[in-house]
């Protein structure tokens, strides 16, 4: 059995538990209807907790434990100590009044990534926006919000912008579509400011950035922009996050996350070299 390595959010920490108790269940031959009847549950909430969606009490995993076999003290003490870890709320959870609930998962993964590879087509990627940028995108997106909301969206988008100044700062790999820098977000002064910042973190050593031009003509990516979140944890797959109106769609499964990393490898191969971006960059900036 293992735990989480340090320093890991507590959605992976969730995802952890969950996944190693359905390891447990399974090599004992408990069905999940079975181990809901022990801890006074239903099955769906074993479905739930084994996908790491809900949070944990101790004394259900303690009462699972005992009925999957788990004796020994220490295995039953380390996982515990990750239950209650996962109980303890991310620094976003402060901002839950302008964050969607399925998008809380997402900053919990991406807190926790290891890697983080990414398509974006109408904007430039959050993690790389100027303060300015964010707010135009935010006011264009949220037309009726006060301007306390606004500077509250924009406040969150630069806390999590801080990963990548961190000691664990994950390898951050971004594609963008040429219509992304050339869709002008808050005037012309500030599309300056945010060609300089994407020119600054170019020269980032965990940045990676790429863009497929106009002059190519089209690419493979027809699904729209996504986001592929590797951890370093080996029991965690690789996700796929997918951004609607309303609601998100998180995949984990193999095949199709496969998909999406062939598609990520295509684009990469299709667009520009990261000094052909700089140029670019560099060519947009003087025009603008």
Not at 194 to 200: A, G, P, S, T
Request: net charge negative.
């Amino acid at each position: 059995m293992t735990t989480d390595q340090p320093g890991s959010g507590s959605v992976v920490r969730r995802i952890l538990l969950g996944s190693q108790l359905r390891r447990l269940r399974e090599s004992k031959g408990v069905t999940r209807e079975d181990a809901g009847y022990s801890i006074r549950a239903s099955e769906s909430k074993i479905s739930r907790m084994e996908l790491g969606r809900v949070s944990f009490k101790e004394r259900d995993v303690a009462d699972l434990l005992t009925l999957y076999g788990v004796t020994e003290q220490s295995d039953r003490d380390a996982l515990l100590a990750l239950a209650r870890e996962a109980n303890v709320a991310g620094w976003w959870h402060s901002y839950g009044d302008v964050l969607p609930g399925w998008f809380q998962t997402y900053v919990g993964l991406e807190e926790s990534a290891s890697h983080i590879l990414t398509f974006e087509v109408q904007f430039i990627h959050g993690l790389l926006q100027t303060d300015e940028y964010a707010r135009a995108v935010v006011r264009l997106g949220q037309p009726n919000a006060s301007e306390d909301e606004v500077e509250r969206r924009v406040d969150l988008r630069m806390r999590r912008q801080k990963i990548l100044s961190g000691d664990r700062s994950p390898h951050l790999v971004v594609v963008q579509d040429e219509a992304a820098l050339r869709r002008p977000f808050g005037g012309s002064e500030v599309m300056r400011g945010q060609m300089r910042r994407l020119l600054e973190l170019s020269d980032h050593p965990d940045v990676s950035l790429h863009v497929v031009p106009f002059e190519f003509g089209g690419h493979a990516a027809e699904c729209g922009a996504f986001t592929m979140l590797r951890f370093p944890e080996s029991d965690l797959p690789d996700v796929v996050y997918l951004e609607q109106l309303t609601s998100a769609l998180y995949l984990d499964k193999r095949d199709e996350v496969a998909q999406y990393a062939r598609l990520m490898d295509r684009l990469r191969t299709e667009g520009l070299t990261q000094a052909g971006t700089r140029d670019l960059l560099r060519t947009i900036l003087r025009k603008a």
